[in-house]
């Protein structure tokens, strides 16, 4: 059996006019194109490549004179506090990633609530759109505070 010509099959419609219809609006070719867009089979295989090249940073561990020195600040503060004051600090802490090892230090303009010496953390007012929250730092991730007046 040989091979059919398509011009010759075809003969009474190949060459009529492309149909338009009259009822729904003409698909634009951007959007026709979509149609015909490949599937994506590894769903999610961007979010996970850009996930593993993003860095994080190590806990670096203080000397002993930047710990005396963040200890000071912190009962100066606590002084303050007792004297029914919320002082204003400049704090950087490291704040551990919830998906990898390592985190990344933060440094932000806060008010002091509290200072839990006995469990070693410092509570933070800190103003978020929905309003003000309590932020809990433990002291050894304390990177440096200072007092701002």
């Not at 011009?7 to 219809?21: F, K, V």
């Not at 100066?76 to 985190?103: C, L, M, S």
């Not at 303009?109 to 200072?115: L, M, V, Y």
């Amino acid at each position: 059996m040989g091979q059919k010509n398509a011009r010759t099959e075809y003969a009474d419609i190949i060459d009529l006019p492309h149909h338009q219809s009259k009822t729904r609006k003409h698909m634009s070719m951007h959007d026709r194109a979509a149609q015909f867009s490949p599937f994506a089979a590894l769903s999610g295989y961007d979010e996970l490549v850009t996930e593993e090249a993003r860095t994080t940073e190590e806990m670096i561990a203080l000397e002993d004179w930047d710990k005396d020195e963040i200890g000071r600040t912190l009962a100066q503060i606590d002084e303050r506090i007792r004297n029914g004051e919320q002082p204003e600090v400049t704090i950087t802490y490291f704040v551990p990633d919830e998906k990898k090892a390592g985190g990344a230090y933060v440094t932000a303009k806060e008010q002091i609530k509290r200072i839990d010496a006995a469990n070693q953390k410092i509570v933070l007012v800190k103003c978020t759109e929905i309003g003000h929250v309590n932020l809990t730092i433990d002291f050894n991730r304390l990177a440096g505070i200072q007092e701002l007046e």
